[in-house]
């Protein structure tokens, strides 16, 4: 998953047979850890566990989870990857061009970039309004330029 937040948020679903206490360690580390590291933490179903990415810089980051029972046993690690990125897409050129086969239409052509993802998704307002999820459009689908009717001209 790709993140622009300061925390990484995981809920888990953990299960085991004797049905006594559980421990997690989650880790920038991929060695196993020692069943007596001081990090391990109990853990609480249904409580979910958190780490802090203040200071992380943007790219990808690997963590590692181990669960382990009282008794010592391990379970087989999980990798998660993620991406960070905080920093917006930057629209490079934008250029509007009226439609010759209808005045009430424009063209709109831009170039987008992004530092470290891919461009998604866009959105077109004649207004400063904050669109919902589902007014984003997707960006590969018209790469680059999008024919827009304008509410304000007449035909």
């Known amino acids: 998953p790709y993140l622009n937040t300061e925390s990484l948020r995981l809920e888990l679903k953990v299960e085991d047979n ?7 360690l ?13 990090r ?3 853990y609480l179903v249904g ?3 958190e780490w802090d990415l203040t200071g992380e810089k943007e790219g990808t980051l690997n963590f590692y989870l181990w669960i382990r029972d009282h008794a010592g046993n391990l379970a087989q690690r999980v990798e998660l990857q993620t991406v960070i990125d905080r920093t917006s897409p930057i629209i490079d050129e934008f250029s ?3 439609d010759p086969d209808n005045a009430s239409r ?13 461009l998604k998704s866009f959105y077109v307002s004649e207004s400063g309004t904050p669109p919902g999820e589902e ?12 024919q827009y009717q304008v509410s304000w001209c007449k035909q």
């Open 18 to 24: 004797s049905g006594g206490e559980l421990f997690y």
């Open 47 to 49: 409580e979910p566990i």
């Open 26 to 38: 989650l880790s920038k580390d991929e060695q196993a850890p020692e069943v007596v590291d001081a």
């Open 40 to 42: 391990w933490q109990a």
């Open 135 to 146: 007014q984003w459009l997707d960006y590969t689908q018209y790469a680059g330029s999008f």
């Open 96 to 98: 509007i061009e009226k």
């Open 106 to 118: 424009v063209l709109l052509s831009w170039v987008a970039s992004d530092n470290i993802t891919a």
